[in-house]
């Protein structure tokens, strides 16, 4: 258990680690109905690069053979559709995440795409699974590690429900490191980014919020560092977008 007087970070503020996902919670609440919207415009549609980069990453079998991945902290299904969608007959996608109004958003989506027979949505704690031990084929999060208070707790627990030859694929923001590219990138985050989401979802702070997140998550060694800590083995990473996004992968053996 934790200590009470343990603290975290929630963007730049120092809160209480019990405290974190509550506020984490009211951010996706928020911005649930206008989430993916906001994704698009944010990344001028690079996100959906990113995330086809970590689909084929992942290459599901095209064939009837049997597929399970568990996407965690998946809200409205981005990851779980596209992976879907190129996959054979025998896949099927665990949607787990902690905020019921985005795994709404989710549920209406994956109906509205014919992908509801493939794709469950479940409520759930990242850092406390409850699926069994070995139980799926792939293991992805996407843009959700950073928000989870307790990360190793999380990636423990990726490597406990993945099967002996399972793959552990993360997608998060990191850190630009292009000269001039990182000025840009810190100029539209902390001046677009917020404004944006005030004129969209009505909320500035969750999205202050998000882009601070970014800066405070580990770079791409410390976070593989991590990852093996967890157990997993031959863990890697690519950078994307000049380091906008890494992309990190674990496989446990
Ligand atoms: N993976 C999706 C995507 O790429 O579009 C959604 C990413 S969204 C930025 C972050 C998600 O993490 C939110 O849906 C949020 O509810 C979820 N989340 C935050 N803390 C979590 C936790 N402890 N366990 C599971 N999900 C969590």
Redesign the pocket.
């Known amino acids: 258990m934790s200590q009470p007087d343990q603290t975290t970070h929630f963007g730049f503020r120092d809160v209480p680690l019990g405290d974190k996902?509550t506020l984490?919670?009211e951010v996706?609440h928020s911005v649930a109905s206008r989430?993916d919207l906001m994704?698009d415009l944010m990344s001028m549609g690079l996100?959906r690069v990113w995330?086809d980069i970590m689909v084929n990453t992942l290459n599901p079998p095209k064939s009837d053979a049997p597929f399970a991945l568990l996407?965690?902290?998946?809200?409205?299904g981005?990851?779980a559709f596209r992976t879907a969608k190129v996959s054979g007959r025998g896949f099927h996608a665990t949607v787990?995440?902690?905020?019921e109004n985005?795994l709404n958003v989710g549920r209406e989506r994956a109906v509205a795409q014919h992908l509801d027979a493939r794709v469950a949505f479940v409520e759930?704690?990242?850092?406390t699974l409850a699926f069994p031990d070995r139980s799926f084929d792939g293991y992805t999060?996407?843009?959700?590690i950073r928000?989870?208070?307790r990360i190793d707790l999380?990636l423990k627990e990726a490597f406990r429900v993945l099967k002996p030859g399972g793959r552990f694929l993360c997608l998060e923001f990191s850190s630009v490191e292009v000269p001039g590219l990182d000025r840009l990138y810190d100029l539209f985050s902390f001046k677009v980014i917020p404004p944006l989401g005030r004129i969209v979802t009505g909320d500035a702070e969750s999205y202050q919020y998000l882009v601070e997140s970014i800066r405070r998550f580990p770079k791409p060694p410390a976070f593989a560092g991590m990852i093996r800590a967890a157990g997993f083995s031959r863990v890697s990473w690519q950078t994307l977008s000049g380091g906008i996004v890494a992309l990190h992968s674990g496989w446990r053996l």
């Open positions: 996902q984490v919670n996706f989430y994704n996100h995330k996407d965690v902290a998946g809200g409205t981005d990851i787990c995440d902690i905020n985005m759930g704690n990242a850092e999060i996407a843009f959700g928000n989870v208070p999380a």
